[in-house]
């Protein structure tokens, strides 16, 4: 029986145009009505949470930033954290320095770039619905390095952005040396950056503990290589249609993708 659901948010639970639907909406609020623990588990930074999302009332529990965060969001407090220090993310930013690369770090729930980030990640997302979510979840600041220096507590993660996979190659190149990282590959340009003991799936699997649930009586879902963890931790995993070869081949099962409501598809499945 399944007590506790993870949901990816990009690609999985969120439409393209980073919609929640109602069919996904209220599928989740039946499942809550019949004791089900429904769990976001994301890259994104805790303020990065939609709206919609943050709205349904049975949200207790959230994983944030790859992995690094699980909140209580209902008491307002972090009840589990991995962490980097702020020498290993100052390390990180500067093996990755260079005029076309977007560069980003994230604590407390929030991210920090400086002036030539923010030119860049709104040139390349102009006009799409990111552009919201950026707005709710960063801050500009002048000076990356100094910022990030003046941080007192740890770094949940660090996004890095390239023009190219070749720019990537070479940034991965640099960074693949420094010690104590997760390197996590969410697209062909991108990388992001947590602690080397941050994950989907230990936080995912430390909640459901801390619930007095087994592992065989979770069920989780995702699309992207930043899942995985996620999927292998579960007793049931569910590929979303649009996930790509990995995730598929990792899954349990396959659902429709997250564009025709894979997600109620698959929780009225196998849940309720």
Known sequence: MIKMIGLDLDGTLLTRDKRLTKENSDVLAEAARRGIHIVPVTGRPLSGLPAAVEALPFIRYAITSNGAVLTDRAEGKTIRARLMCKETAMEVLAAAQGDDIIREFFTEGRGFHDPQTHRLLWNRFAGTPILDYLRKSRTQVEDLHQCLGDQNDGIENISIMCASP????????????????????????????????????????????????????????????????????????????????????????????????????AIRKFVL
């Open 166 to 265: 070749a720019q990537r190659g070479d940034v991965l190149s640099r960074v693949s040396c420094i010690d104590g990282i997760r390197i996590i590959f969410p697209w062909p340009t991108d990388l992001e950056i947590t602690a080397r003991d941050a994950d989907k799936g230990d936080a995912f699997l430390d909640l459901a503990d801390m619930l007095g649930i087994a592992a065989s009586e979770v069920m989780a879902m995702g699309d992207g290589n930043n899942d995985l963890g996620l999927m292998r931790a579960a007793g049931l995993s569910v590929a979303m249609g649009n996930s790509n070869e990995e995730v598929l081949a990792a899954a349990d099962h396959v659902t429709a993708d997250n564009e025709h409501d894979g997600v109620a598809e």
